[in-house]
């Protein structure tokens, strides 16, 4: 029987358990990723560790989050990362080079490897044929330090790819597509793999687009073959030398099969406030819009640009719309610079910003109270943008562009006849913006430069033998990271101290909680399905540890947050019943007793019992040998210094 792509990556890497789906299986890493709002507890989580020299191929440090320097916070933190990375042996990519993935993706991905890193959408590197995923910040400092990660081995989803994109309908449409099939919590415990005729129609960028947007799927990472359409990016990139070609064996066996025909996709919006809910253009209509933002890992590479430009060239943006475009990265910036595009761009009208995430993380750029704001980002989670009532639908640039200048969302379609967007043959390649690691010999005298904001990792302890403990919040389904541990320009900078950013915890959703569980000391969060989905943020894990969290019990999980529970120590519990979600109010007294016990002897049903009204549910607890030890030991960090020693 044939492989699948990820299946042949997959067991080239496996250096712990069986190719066996639903088990658990260790992967061996080679390269890491880390971005500023993550990287600095993620460095301080490796500094913790004592590993002297990262032991991975490749590991790079990007500041791309966290640039808007309204006070001395981000700016700490751009230094320390910066240090931290020369002395440990991690390539540094300086403030202005660009956005994690969008960099990543021109200047060290390569084809077959696995990267993981503290970003949800690091399977953007899935255009270009890497096993690529988004994992909390211990786990990247685990790699970093020469340790497997860990993950369930994968169901695998085929979607074929036939016809061909017709004009004005893009990538962006594609994912859309695969979203309104599959839904934002499609995608979990699974990898989505593209194949078929359809595939050899789409350039990296385009490829990379999709593969971005399938963390909104919820899924582990999704990928494309390698060939020579991968080969000529990397080529233009100067780095054909990394060009390995991988696709899956024809008589590979899938767990599930979707068609698409490209050719008949037509442009589509997420509306407001989940990436799921995607409608054509024609469904919408023709609604007034306040603001358009061009941007973000999705949407920002060269060729999407150059579109965007020659949509806007010799034209004014409506009245009534505030444009902004922040290019992918320097190489971008630099080439739209060069041939004449960014031009057309400022003549037009738009508002131009550096080279990071900006608004796609509410780092500025908020629209109006209830503005309707288009943007090419690929969330739209509410109260995201930094505007509660804003109003977010995700589509793709040419959409963007066009109704950026009829001030109505507009099908791209109306355009008439498409000029061709060729990748260049060559990109301009300048990595001075990329600060090599200091040599072994000199690593010693690197001093680290550490700023006042930043304070330790929250103190953990091995889980205890009772816990009798208050429900401090009960919530819904489709909990996203954002409403755990909001972003935005006011609360990012706390992201290295997480005593202060604890105080923002789920504020929105309900502003007592921060005060509340402090006040209970220990307890329970209760919530719905796919609770904890977005984004790879460990802060919407360790500010709930900071404020006494002990257990989480919801419906179903998303990944990448079960995984940050479990490395915080906080016990991660499943109704075993979903009804018995009804039995459980805010500030019901919890407990489950010999919980310690019962999950030293792999026990998985465990009794909780609720004290307030008597009743008793069952709760599952599914840890595999892993994760039970790293739960007994009080969160990863503690479990490797055990290891370790
Ligand atoms: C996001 O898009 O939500 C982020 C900001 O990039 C996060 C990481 C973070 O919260 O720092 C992600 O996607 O993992
Ligand atoms: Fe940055 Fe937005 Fe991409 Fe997250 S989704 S990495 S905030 S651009």
Same mark, same amino acid.
């Given at each position: 029987m044939g492989l699948t792509l990820t299946e042949k990556i997959i067991k080239n890497h #496996?250096?712990? @358990?069986?190719?066996?789906?639903?088990t658990e299986i260790g992967i061996k890493i080679d390269q890491t990723l880390t971005q500023d709002a993550t990287g600095t507890m993620a460095y301080l989580e490796f500094e913790a560790m004592g590993?002297?020299?990262?032991?991975?191929?490749r590991s790079v440090a990007y500041i791309d989050? /966290?640039?808007?320097?309204?006070?001395f916070e981000n700016a700490d933190d751009h230094r320390f990362i910066g240090s931290i990375a020369k002395k440990h042996g991690i390539y540094f990519s300086r403030p202005? /080079?660009?956005?994690c993935h969008q960099v990543h993706l021109e200047r060290f991905g390569i084809p077959g490897k696995t990267l993981i890193g503290?970003?949800?959408?690091?399977?953007?590197g899935g255009g270009i044929g890497m096993l690529s995923i988004g994992a909390g910040g211990l786990d990247v400092a685990v790699a970093m330090g020469g340790g497997a990660y860990y993950i369930t081995y994968p169901k695998i989803v085929k979607i074929n790819l036939t016809g061909k994109l017709s004009p004005w309908v893009a990538a962006k449409d594609v994912i859309l597509q695969v979203l309104r099939i599959?839904?934002?919590?499609? @995608?979990?415990?699974k990898v989505i793999e593209y194949c078929g005729e359809?595939?050899?129609?789409?350039?990296v960028p385009e490829r990379a687009t999709i593969t971005n947007m399938g963390a909104e799927l919820g899924a582990t990472s999704s990928i494309f073959p390698s060939d020579d359409i991968t080969r000529e990016f990397l080529k233009a990139q /100067?780095?054909? +030398?990394?060009w390995v070609e991988l696709s899956a064996d024809t008589d590979a066996v899938y767990d599930e099969e979707i068609n698409i025909n490209l050719s008949e996709i037509i442009p589509m919006a997420a509306c407001?406030?989940?990436?799921?809910n995607v409608k054509t253009v024609n469904e919408i209509g023709n609604i007034k819009i306040d603001q358009v933002c061009i941007g973000s890992c999705t949407n920002s590479s060269l060729v999407d640009l150059l579109k965007v430009a020659h949509i806007l060239k010799g034209k004014t943006v409506h009245p009534d719309v505030s444009l902004s475009i922040a290019p992918g990265s320097k190489q971008v910036f630099n080439m739209l610079a060069e041939n004449g595009a960014l031009s057309d761009l400022i003549a037009a009208g738009a508002r131009i910003l550096e080279c990071a995430c900006g608004p796609c993380?509410?780092?500025?750029q908020s629209p109006n109270s209830k503005g309707i704001s288009l943007r090419t980002f690929n969330r739209n989670f509410e109260g995201r943008s930094g505007t509660k009532d804003g109003q977010i639908y995700l589509v793709s640039p040419e959409l963007a562009a066009v109704s950026a200048l009829t001030g109505v969302l507009t099908d791209?379609?109306?355009? @008439?006849n498409m000029p061709e967007f060729k990748i260049p043959e060559v990109f301009s390649i300048n990595d001075n913006m990329i600060e090599l690691p200091a040599d072994e010999t000199d690593m010693e005298s690197v001093e680290i430069l550490r700023g006042p904001n930043i304070k330790p990792f929250p103190v953990t302890s091995p889980l205890s033998d009772n816990i009798s403990a208050k429900c401090s919040l009960k919530v819904d389904d489709n909990i996203t990271t954002d409403h755990i541990m909001p972003a935005g320009a006011k609360i #990012?900078?706390?992201?290295? +101290?997480i005593p202060a950013i604890s +105080?923002?915890?789920?504020t929105v959703c309900d502003e007592n909680f921060p005060a509340r569980a402090k006040e209970y000391g220990e307890s329970i969060i209760v919530g719905g399905v /796919?609770?904890?989905?977005?984004?790879?943020?460990?802060h919407a894990a360790l500010a709930p540890l900071y404020l006494g969290v002990k257990a989480v019990i919801v419906k179903s999980f998303a990944r990448i947050h079960r995984a940050n529970l479990i490395n915080a120590g906080i016990l991660p519990l499943t109704f075993?019943?979903? +009804?018995?979600?009804?039995l459980i109010s805010l500030s019901d007294e919890l407990v489950l007793e010999n919980v310690r016990e019962a999950i030293s002897d792999s026990v998985t049903e465990l009794t909780l019992k609720n004290k307030t009204t008597g009743r008793e549910i069952t709760v599952l607890c599914e840890l595999s040998g892993r994760a039970k030890d790293i739960i007994l030991a009080g969160g990863l960090l503690n479990y490797t210094r055990e290891q370790l020693k």
């Open positions: #496996l250096i712990d @358990g069986e190719m066996k789906k639903g590993v002297p020299r990262v032991k991975t191929e989050h /966290n640039t808007l320097q309204s006070g202005g /080079n660009g956005i503290s970003d949800s959408h690091t399977p953007t599959m839904t934002v919590k499609g @995608g979990v415990g359809g595939v050899k129609t789409l350039s /100067n780095r054909e +030398n990394v407001p406030h989940m990436p799921d993380i509410g780092m500025g791209p379609r109306t355009l @008439g #990012l900078p706390l992201r290295s +101290n +105080n923002h915890c789920f /796919n609770y904890g989905q977005g984004s790879s943020r460990e075993k019943t979903e +009804n018995d979600y009804d």
